[in-house]
């Protein structure tokens, strides 16, 4: 008899009972959180309306003012002051500025309301404005909604009044209307949407007017007769996936109701959902009636043992002991397991070696090529240098003093430049195991800023939010020292034009962390991979060694050292140390 028949005779009265208490507590939990997250969602979402349509309104409210301050409208303004003046000629002023700023209704009107020029009914021109703004609300720098008057009937708008300054008693009323395009700048999350309702015949949302609307309607009707919210769930076709709660609100002007903002989330998730989980359920139930009747003893001894061996060998090989191997007991399938883990483990520890022979074949032929494309740079004007000296010497004996002068200099500069370069591959090639001591990273921080003080100038504004309260940490102080200059240098070189250098530290837990932020032009997600790569450098000029060294050396202590950062918001450098290790 093989082990999986022994397990399915001893498996699943156990977990009969637990699928059908877990499946019943699940979708119950499951219904009681939907509703309680689809609530916050319409309410955080008629909350978002609010503020959008604030900031709609404010958007209103500049244009109008522009169109206020329109040279052509301080002209009409003035015109309008003179007795016998015929102002026929501005007729389309309105309609022009409305089309210049975007809004949609726009009339320039005297104090008394009388309109001078009308945007979308020009035929008004001298009889009185009856939006629901009223001349003594006129100079009232608030946003209002209305319902603005047309040919065709009414619509309903955010509008706003500003006085023109010029002439007496001119203003310019202008709106922006409530319409799907309207809704659309609202706004929108996955599953949920905005609706209008105006009335009866007029209900839209984002993508246009509604043709099934009476659902509706009883919701609208009794927000708007008790002007306060209100939430109702409508089932649009017989399926109950198409169910949708709606939360409404009154949209109020002057103690009249103009219209209902309603904020719709789809249940249909949460009814695919609950009948998943139902099905799910009853075939849980039933394969545990049928197949777990019979899991009892035979799993502890006979199958957490074996589990428990494989865990701990996994954690092994982890940790890097891939010489680890699991005992094989019987011909079972928990022996093939074993059998398949030991093969695995074998050629794991087989690929390791391959990897780790061709890391180090790569590894020198990059050394190679870097250090050959870094001594090149300098060899080639050092060997124009020395032409020129020959050809100085043998063609223009005269003038052989001044090309000498100037060639040495050439020659000491790029001697040096090459003397630098050999200089950080030979730092980096022989850094040294840390010599752990007792160390104050406050006081390290404080060093090394303090030689970096001529170097950021007045271009660079340093903020320190040094927290280590004198606790100390074991590490090397002058690999330490060396690492944090690297980081503070980088971070200079981030921010040519000048900028804010931040370094804090915190202790939590038993280790250190230190940030160093900048706020240059930041790293791609790209560059932030492969930044601490031996050669790899953003600089024009640079080894690509400095972050290398600086990971080598935070590894060396037991740490890890990460960075983040976006293009244009610059980067943060993070190092964790842990506050004691032995050297």
Aim: proline residues 4%.
């Amino acid at each position: 008899m093989t082990f999986r028949t022994r397990l399915l005779l001893v498996s699943s009265l156990t977990i009969a009972g637990a699928v059908a208490l877990v499946t019943g507590a699940v979708s119950v939990f499951i219904r009681r959180t939907f509703d309680r997250m689809d609530e916050e969602r319409r309410t955080a979402l008629v909350t978002q309306f609010q503020q959008q349509m604030k900031s709609q309104g404010d958007d209103v409210a500049r244009k109008v003012e522009r169109v206020a301050n329109a040279d052509s409208v301080l002209r009409l303004a003035m015109e309008a002051t003179r007795p016998d003046v015929e102002l026929g000629g501005f007729l389309s002023e309105a309609q022009s500025q409305a089309e210049s700023v975007g809004l949609d209704f726009l009339d320039l009107v005297r104090a008394n309301g009388t309109i001078l020029s009308s945007a979308h009914w020009q035929a008004r021109f001298s009889y009185p404005n009856n939006w629901t703004l009223t001349p003594s609300e006129y100079e009232v720098r608030d946003t209002a909604l209305v319902r603005v008057p047309l040919p065709e009937g009414e619509a309903v708008a955010l509008a706003a009044a500003r006085k023109v300054n010029a002439g007496i008693g001119t203003f310019a009323i202008g709106a922006r209307r409530l319409d799907a395009s309207f809704l659309s700048t609202l706004g929108r999350s996955p599953g949920m949407r905005a609706i209008l309702w105006l009335s009866e015949k007029e209900v839209f949302d984002a993508t246009g007017p509604l043709a099934q609307r009476e659902p509706l309607t009883s919701l609208a009707q009794r927000v708007a007769a008790s002007r306060s919210q209100a939430s109702e769930v409508i089932q649009w076709t017989a399926d109950r996936g198409s169910r949708e709660a709606i939360l409404a609100m009154p949209l109020e002007r002057n103690g009249a109701v103009l219209g209902v903002l309603m904020a719709g989330t789809s249940l249909a998730d949460q009814v695919r959902l609950e009948r998943s989980i139902l099905w799910t359920g009853l075939a849980a139930g039933l394969s545990g009636i049928v197949l777990g009747i019979l899991m009892g003893w035979w799993t502890t001894e006979r199958v957490t043992k074996p589990v428990v061996q494989l865990a701990e060998s996994s954690r092994k090989i982890a940790a890097g002991d891939w010489s680890v191997r699991v005992p094989v007991s019987g011909k079972d399938e928990i022996a093939q397991m074993a059998g398949s883990f030991n093969q695995m483990a074998g050629q794991l520890e087989e690929q390791r070696e391959r990897t780790v022979q061709a890391e180090r074949v790569a590894a020198w032929r990059e050394l190679a090529r870097r250090l050959a494309h870094e001594l090149k740079n300098p060899l080639f004007p050092l060997q124009l240098t020395v032409e020129n000296l020959q050809r100085a010497h043998d063609g223009h004996p005269d003038q052989f003093d001044e090309v000498f002068h100037e060639s040495t200099h050439t020659l000491l500069s790029e001697l040096r430049n090459l003397k630098t370069i050999i200089g950080r591959f030979s730092d980096f090639a022989k850094m040294p195991k840390p010599t752990m001591e007792t160390v104050d990273v406050d006081a390290v921080i404080g060093e090394v800023m303090q030689l970096l003080k001529a170097q950021l100038g007045d271009r660079i504004r340093c903020q320190m939010q040094l927290h280590s309260n004198g606790q100390t940490i074991n590490a090397d102080p002058e690999q330490l020292t060396r690492a944090l200059r690297n980081l503070v240098l980088n971070a200079m070189d981030a921010m040519p034009d000048g900028g804010t250098l931040g370094i804090s530290t915190e202790f939590a837990d038993g280790h250190l962390r230190l940030e160093i932020s900048d706020t240059g032009q930041g790293l791609t997600e790209e560059e932030c991979a492969r930044l601490f790569t031996p050669y790899y450098t953003t600089k024009q000029h640079g080894t690509g060694l400095g972050l290398a060294i600086v990971q080598s050396v935070v590894s060396d202590h037991g740490g890890r050292i990460s960075v983040s950062s976006k293009p244009g918001e610059g980067a943060v450098f993070t190092i964790d140390l842990p506050q004691r290790r032995s050297a």
